[in-house]
């Protein structure tokens, strides 16, 4: 943590947002630990995949004749699928595998197909020209197989590309996150290239719900056991994975067999994100920045995230501060379309509450459900949005600069306010631990 000052910058889009506390106002801004990023990526990708973890390198793994298949992040994930993808495909071609046995498929998860631009800044133009590319279809039957149910009880259903392949590769970024703990590992082909069953039973409110259901927390994390063994279902059999710092520089790249390899790496991760903060706060204002903050279904997390730390890292009442252009409203995709009808068509934050216990609700539609309990507690306002309508519709207060935000905090919560200030509110756990009296 440092000490407090009277100028801040918080991310904002592809730049930052300035602002000033008021008088009487005490800020302390939070972070993840700093450690040096990777000087060279490539080579670091390199020597993962020649010492993997648990596993032989995929150039053993893979035979001439083989069919493979390398699932890898949606634009929405900052995963540098653009060196992880290549340091693949240079294994399958030592291993003698043909281009055209190879598929590309972006694990899209309930969002958006991606678009040609998109898959290009993922994966770079000359991979796209040369390799078979294609976008998950959580919805179309045709191209899920199903593959039973977990000892949960939740239905697996993966595209027919992985399902079919000889050799199943993932990439991946480790990172908190909501309901899995920790991202990456077999997410992205558990969830990123699963049938929407899968998507709505482990999104629903029986998981979300479940108080093992934390973010940070792996052991004992209903949804992080789903995923591993729907992950396994799948043949999931090497995953490259990597943890960036608060700049989205990557500080640490493992490959090998999914469970051991990510396990290491979130153990990394803990060291880097989990930052220990005294108390709970009046306010927080939590960046986000480039790519999450495009639509409001994503942004959005930047609240949850500190609400659903293992301790809300605000006090019931308190205020939430999310800067966030959303430029793309409450999101282009399937997921994001219900989130937005369920918020905005609900007459209050309890509504949506009781109805998704009651009933239920199709994925994406547990953004909302997440949503109206973190609202239920606190106050969450968006900041700078380009379509403050849409924030309005969701139950949130739009205003235009992080001062109106504070002053609707002071007006409520009165003028001396003890406000925490995370520029990467993605990328830091902050966990409230008291310090020892004695």
Do not use: W
Not at 410 to 437: K, M, N, S
């Amino acid at each position: 943590m440092t000490p407090e000052t009277t100028a801040y910058r918080i991310p904002y889009g592809r730049s930052a947002m300035p602002f000033r506390l008021p008088a009487g106002m005490k800020g302390t801004v939070v972070a993840s630990k700093r450690v040096p990023p990777l000087k060279d990526v490539e080579s670091a990708v390199a020597a993962a995949l020649a010492s993997p973890v648990g596993s032989p390198p995929v150039r053993q793994l893979a035979r001439r004749g083989d069919r493979v298949c390398i699932v890898f992040t949606d634009i929405t994930r900052a995963s540098p699928d653009n060196v992880l993808v290549p340091g693949f495909l240079q294994e399958l071609e030592v291993a003698g595998v043909r281009d055209e046995d190879i598929t590309l498929l972006c694990g899209i998860g309930m969002h958006r197909p991606s678009t040609y631009a998109e898959k290009v800044a993922k994966l770079g133009q000359a991979v796209v020209e040369r390799y078979r590319v294609i976008d998950h279809e959580p919805q179309n039957e045709d191209v899920l197989i199903d593959l039973g149910v977990t000892r949960g009880g939740v239905p697996v259903s993966v595209h027919e590309a992985a399902v079919n392949a000889d050799l199943l590769l993932a990439t991946g970024l480790v990172e908190p996150h909501q309901y899995a703990g920790y991202s990456g590992g077999r997410k992205t082909v558990a969830v990123g290239a699963a049938g929407e069953p899968l998507i709505e039973h482990t999104h629903g409110p029986a998981f979300v719900d479940d108080p093992d259901t934390r973010l940070g927390r792996i052991e004992g994390n209903p949804f992080h056991e789903a995923i591993t063994e729907a992950a396994a279902r799948a043949g999931l059999d090497v995953i490259l994975n990597v943890v960036l710092d608060d700049e989205e520089q990557v500080v640490c790249v493992k490959a090998g067999e999914p469970v051991e390899t990510h396990r290491q790496l979130v153990e990394f991760a803990r060291s880097l994100y989990e930052v220990p903060i005294p108390h709970q706060y009046d306010v927080a204002i939590a960046g986000v920045g480039y790519p999450k903050d495009a639509n409001l279904y994503q942004a959005s997390r930047a609240a949850s995230y500190l609400f659903f730390a293992p301790t809300p890292v605000v006090r019931p009442g308190g205020y939430i501060l999310v800067p966030a252009r959303c430029e793309e409203g409450a999101g282009e995709g399937v997921g994001e379309q219900r989130f937005l009808a369920a918020m905005r068509d609900a007459p209050d934050v309890r509504a949506i509450l009781c109805d998704a216990r009651d009933h239920g609700y199709p994925p994406g539609e547990q953004r909302a459900f997440v949503m109206a309990k973190v609202l239920e507690e606190v106050n969450v306002v968006i900041v700078g949005s380009s379509c403050p309508g849409v924030a309005a519709a969701c139950k949130m207060e739009p205003v235009d600069t992080i001062e109106q935000a504070l002053a609707l905090a002071a007006r409520d919560l009165g003028r001396d306010l003890e406000v925490l200030i995370v520029p990467h509110a993605l990328l830091t756990l902050p966990v409230v631990t008291p310090e020892d009296p004695r």
